[in-house]
């Protein structure tokens, strides 16, 4: 029988947004009673006296400024062999469309609004755990000086599960970190639009918008469009449900392929919550026709 490899991304994810609760609670018990989530290998975060936002149960803390924090995790082995697990210490970035993400070990974001600028010690840990028993792995933070915002990111841990024959499956769990020194006041206004451009897919060609949120602010559950015009004619649009864009991070909107002549188009995207709206927009120029 051939070798056979199922990746699968099992994320326990648990962000806060001064009272609005995001992906999912790190909670053991969620994992497991979620469909296809293993029921050998767990992580879930140890709380302790961690001064958390009010209702919560990851690392959602209400940090201080030259504050030292501990933030350790517990990993279960619950299987009858013995399980390697690394563990990861990552920024949160923004993936394409708006999804946030927690598992880039390359997402640098800058200075102060990086959490890996303010961990002591290695980012990377290797464990591996006998049969049925676990091990605590602690990430240590130093706050120093925050500034008024969030900064965002997650630990990351994964292992091979279901060791079944000749199929292996990757299973990674994420514990939400925040550092939050003040209330989160997201601004949509403050969005830019930096850039638009045409690149190519292997479906064919797609435009591309890319926008930065330059603020240490946490953006959730936004809706809105993104619209290709020529003059008042539109040529393509692509409605966008529940984006939501990490602090001082970039993202990039696509649209999918479709045939356009060369020419000049605008660019439009439009995001609102609540009362608060943006729309931002940039020329694009087509000089070969897009197939």
């Given at each position: 029988m051939n070798n056979m490899t199922n990746k699968r991304l099992r994320y326990l994810i648990g962000i806060l947004c001064a009272g609005v609760c995001l992906l999912a609670t790190p909670s053991t018990s969620w994992a497991q009673n979620t469909p296809d989530a293993p029921d050998n290998f767990s992580v879930s975060p140890l709380l302790g006296d961690l001064p958390l936002q009010p209702g919560q149960r990851y690392f959602a803390l209400r940090s201080q400024d030259n504050t030292t924090y501990k933030l350790p995790i517990l990993v279960k082995n619950d299987s009858e062999l013995p399980m390697k697990v690394t563990t990861n210490f990552n920024n949160a970035v923004t993936?394409?469309?708006?999804?946030?993400?927690?598992?880039?070990?390359?997402?640098?974001?800058?200075?102060?609004?990086?959490?890996?600028?303010?961990?002591?010690?290695?980012?990377?840990?290797?464990?591996?755990?006998?049969?049925?028993?676990?091990?605590?792995?602690?990430?240590?933070?130093?706050?120093?000086?925050?500034?008024?915002?969030?900064?965002?990111?997650?630990?990351?841990?994964?292992?091979?599960?279901?060791?079944?024959?000749?199929?292996?499956?990757?299973?990674?769990?994420?514990?939400?970190?925040?550092?939050?020194?003040?209330?989160?006041?997201?601004?949509?206004?403050?969005?830019?639009?930096?850039?638009?451009?045409?690149?190519?897919?292997?479906?064919?060609?797609?435009?591309?918008?890319?926008?930065?949120?330059?603020?240490?602010?946490?953006?959730?559950?936004?809706?809105?469009?993104?619209?290709?015009?020529?003059?008042?004619?539109?040529?393509?649009?692509?409605?966008?449900?529940?984006?939501?864009?990490?602090?001082?991070?970039?993202?990039?909107?696509?649209?999918?392929?479709?045939?356009?002549?060369?020419?000049?188009?605008?660019v439009v995207l439009q995001l609102h919550k609540g009362h608060q709206a943006t729309s931002l927009h940039r020329n694009l120029v087509i000089k070969r026709s897009l197939n």
């Open positions: 993936a394409d469309n708006g999804t946030i993400s927690y598992t880039n070990h390359q997402a640098q974001p800058r200075g102060r609004n990086s959490l890996t600028n303010k961990l002591s010690g290695s980012r990377t840990r290797h464990l591996t755990l006998e049969p049925h028993s676990n091990q605590v792995v602690i990430y240590e933070l130093h706050t120093g000086r925050q500034g008024t915002g969030v900064t965002l990111g997650g630990i990351t841990a994964t292992s091979m599960v279901d060791r079944q024959g000749e199929i292996k499956n990757t299973v990674t769990f994420v514990n939400g970190v925040e550092l939050n020194s003040g209330q989160n006041r997201p601004v949509l206004s403050s969005l830019r639009l930096q850039r638009v451009f045409v690149a190519p897919r292997s479906d064919g060609a797609i435009v591309v918008a890319k926008v930065a949120n330059p603020k240490p602010q946490l953006l959730q559950h936004l809706r809105g469009k993104i619209t290709v015009k020529q003059g008042k004619r539109t040529i393509l649009t692509q409605p966008l449900k529940d984006v939501s864009i990490a602090p001082n991070s970039t993202v990039k909107f696509t649209l999918p392929p479709k045939q356009m002549p060369a020419g000049n188009y605008q």
